[in-house]
């Protein structure tokens, strides 16, 4: 039986250490680290992950915003509105929630915030910086799945990684951050995609194989090497007439088949999502500590 890598759980025991933290910082007189959600449109999905992070924040401590827009607004208004954030010392971390109303430019709106605020780490200068292994915002994705496999205590240095898909938010970052020269790294890396040849000969070399394609049930068991730990990105809304909402999430991994040959897996759901979260909340508190660290925060006057 494999060990289930379960990210809510997970997620739990890191957010409760986060908690933590933050009261710390309360007790010291300082302010809470403060998120800003910025929600265009009434997408019922975006809403969802949106109430998510709103929770975690409150769950945590932190203060965290919710700002609704009508999904008609203008680019520039969206751009004003960042600008100000940016401009914001009470802001600690900002996120647009993508996907954007098509007459808005997401590259433009991602590029528009301000790297230090940046927590879920897609700016170009976040990227480079996770390119180049200097200090910046990770991808929340990756992250959250590093923070996941380092829960529960699997070592990844040394181990032939296999990351099939390379988008710019899960599949790259997560091969750069798992090949860095970091604490929580070191591991060799291959990154696979859609003009990959022979892709089973590579899934089954590797020791970790993260799959973040979009594919529901894709890798089946003939895939993963025996002993394998499986990460499961991929969250598909498929048909399904016994739910109440009439569908139900599904993985790019054949979960039922290949937990028996795996050494641990995610579940999907409770795998990796709950975990993006995680991993949004920590850069969060991140760029908080290194605000209240360069003296950038005050603290709170006595009432
Ligand atoms: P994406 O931008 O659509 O990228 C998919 C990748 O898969 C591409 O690199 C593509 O290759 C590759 N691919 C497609 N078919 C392939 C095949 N037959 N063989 C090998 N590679 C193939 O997707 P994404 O944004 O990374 O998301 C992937 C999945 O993760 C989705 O289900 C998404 O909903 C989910 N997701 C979940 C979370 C979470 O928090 N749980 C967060 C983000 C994403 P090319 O580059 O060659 O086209």
Redesign the pocket.
């Given at each position: 039986m494999a060990l289930i890598l379960n990210g809510a759980d997970a997620s739990v025991a890191i957010r409760t250490a986060m908690a933590g933290e933050v009261a710390n910082f309360d007790a010291q007189g300082y302010r809470a680290p403060h998120l800003v959600a910025i929600l265009v449109g009434t997408d019922g999905g975006s809403m969802t992950y949106v109430g998510a992070k709103k929770k975690a924040c409150d769950d945590i401590g932190f203060t965290g915003t919710v700002l609704h827009f009508e999904a008609d607004i203008t680019e520039e208004f969206l751009l004003n509105e960042i600008n100000r954030i940016n401009q914001d010392p009470s802001i600690d971390g900002l996120i647009v929630q993508l996907p954007l109303p098509k007459h808005i430019s997401e590259e433009k709106v991602t590029e528009a915030i301000l790297p230090e605020k940046d927590v879920d780490g897609f700016h170009d200068i976040n990227m480079g910086r996770l390119a180049k292994g200097s200090d910046g915002v990770k991808p929340a994705?990756p992250y959250g799945i590093t923070l996941l496999l380092k829960h529960y205590g699997i070592d990844i240095a040394g181990k032939h990684a296999v990351v099939?898909?390379?988008?710019n938010?899960?599949?790259r970052p997560m091969s750069m951050l798992l090949s860095a020269a970091a604490d929580y790294g070191n591991a060799t890396v291959t990154l696979?995609?859609?003009?990959?040849q022979n892709?089973k000969d590579y899934t089954l070399q590797a020791d970790i194989l993260v799959v973040?394609?979009?594919?529901p049930g894709?890798v089946t068991a003939d895939m993963v090497k025996p002993g394998a730990v499986v990460v499961d990105?991929?969250?598909?809304r498929v048909d399904d007439a016994t739910k109440k909402a009439g569908w139900k999430l599904m993985g790019?991994v054949d979960y039922a088949a290949v937990e028996p040959v795996a050494s641990a897996i995610t579940p999907v759901p409770k795998g990796?999502?709950p975990m993006?979260i995680t991993g949004l909340m920590m850069n969060t508190l991140v760029v908080y500590k290194k605000s209240v660290e360069a003296g950038k925060i005050a603290k709170k006057s006595p009432a």
């Open positions: 994705t099939l898909g390379r988008s938010i899960v599949g696979c995609h859609s003009r990959t892709l973040a394609l979009g594919k894709f990105v991929g969250t598909t790019d990796v999502g993006t």
